[in-house]
């Protein structure tokens, strides 16, 4: 589990930019851009609009960084002009559609879940091959899942956003937020069964 | 002993997936990760199924797209800092 002890370092970088400290805008801005991206094209789903809302929201940020109330919660207030952005550009049909995801279906026993290969060990399997088919499998998960999840699954398991922060961008409940991470994870557990079940 | 049939489908095992979330976010209440862990301690299926959900969070975690942007071209850049700037001198004046 990760602990909240230290500033995160855009907090950092966010509070000396709004003192008007310069030395502070690449290191933020190398920061967020390629996670911005990240964010945007698993969102956006075609390369050349998640580039160009990504530069969108760069630019938002930037023009709009007298509004950043809260250094320490920079974070969500990027996501949520990321997500704003994306919402505006989506372009649906790239996506299946929204569909709610039933505990049923994704509890394990079910058919379709996968052979298992790898040995437990509470560690994600060693080795830079598996590791990249992983990774692989992983997007493709993401990608496959309604975007209602993904966008909950991106923020607080990819961007480590707290729930609240993630409720906060998406205009949802908490309780809506933790509903909708745990059937995102358990779709990806089982898209990923191969990798994370224990051998039997 | 509880007389659960540690089965996939047993209705104490589902409960306790479904909290299973909350409960590797540190996110229930005291009495009921204390009814989790007393479930699972008696469950094999029960851990197997956390194991399995932990390094799928953990393997999310790490997740780095195939994706890369480029860096940000230098006229973008400029834009950027001019925004900025201009930004904060609103805020002075404001
Ligand atoms: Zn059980």
């Known amino acids: 589990m990760t602990t909240v002890s230290r500033i995160a370092p855009e907090v950092e970088w966010a509070?000396?930019?709004?003192?008007?400290?310069?030395?502070?805008?690449?290191?933020?801005?190398?920061?967020?851009?390629h996670r911005i991206f990240q964010y945007t094209w698993l969102m956006c789903g075609q390369r050349e609009d998640a580039e160009e809302v990504a530069q969108d929201t760069l630019l938002k940020i930037f023009e709009s960084f007298d509004q950043l109330e809260d250094p320490e919660r920079v974070k969500a207030w990027v996501f949520r002009i990321a997500k704003n952005y994306c919402l505006m550009k989506r372009r649906k049909s790239v996506f299946a559609p929204d569909r709610e995801l039933s505990l049923d279906e994704l509890l394990p026993g079910q058919e379709?879940?996968?052979p298992?290969?790898?040995?437990?060990?509470?560690?994600l399997p060693e080795g830079r091959v598996l590791r990249q088919?992983?990774?692989?499998?992983?997007?493709?998960?993401?990608?496959?899942?309604?975007?209602?999840?993904?966008?909950?699954?991106?923020?607080?398991?990819?961007?480590?956003?707290s729930t609240a922060d993630t409720a906060e961008v998406l205009d949802l409940t908490e309780d809506t937020v933790k509903q909708r991470l745990h059937r995102g994870r358990l779709a990806l557990r089982k898209s990923l069964a191969a990798y994370v079940e224990k051998a039997q | 002993m509880t007389t659960h049939q540690h089965d996939k489908r047993d209705p104490a095992c589902l409960e306790v997936f479904a909290k299973l979330s909350e409960y590797v976010d540190g996110e229930?209440?005291?009495?009921?990760?204390?009814?989790?862990?007393?479930?699972?301690?008696d469950c094999p299926p029960c851990v197997e199924f956390l194991q399995s959900l932990k390094r799928c969070v953990a393997a999310e975690r790490q997740f780095q797209g195939r994706e890369e942007c480029g860096p940000v071209p230098p006229e973008l850049e400029q834009r950027l800092k001019s925004a900025w700037q201009a930004a904060l001198a609103r805020r002075h004046h404001a």
Do not use: K, N, W
Request: aromatic share 6%; proline share 3%.
């Open chain 1, 15 to 33: 509070r000396r930019l709004l003192a008007g400290d310069e030395s502070a805008f690449t290191p933020f801005v190398e920061s967020f851009q």
């Open chain 1, 112 to 114: 379709g879940d996968r």
């Open chain 1, 116 to 123: 298992i290969q790898v040995a437990d060990t509470s560690e």
């Open chain 1, 133 to 161: 088919e992983l990774s692989e499998e992983l997007e493709r998960a993401m990608r496959a899942l309604p975007d209602t999840y993904r966008s909950v699954v991106l923020l607080r398991d990819v961007e480590d956003l």
């Open chain 2, 28 to 41: 229930l209440d005291a009495v009921e990760c204390q009814e989790v862990e007393a479930h699972i301690a």
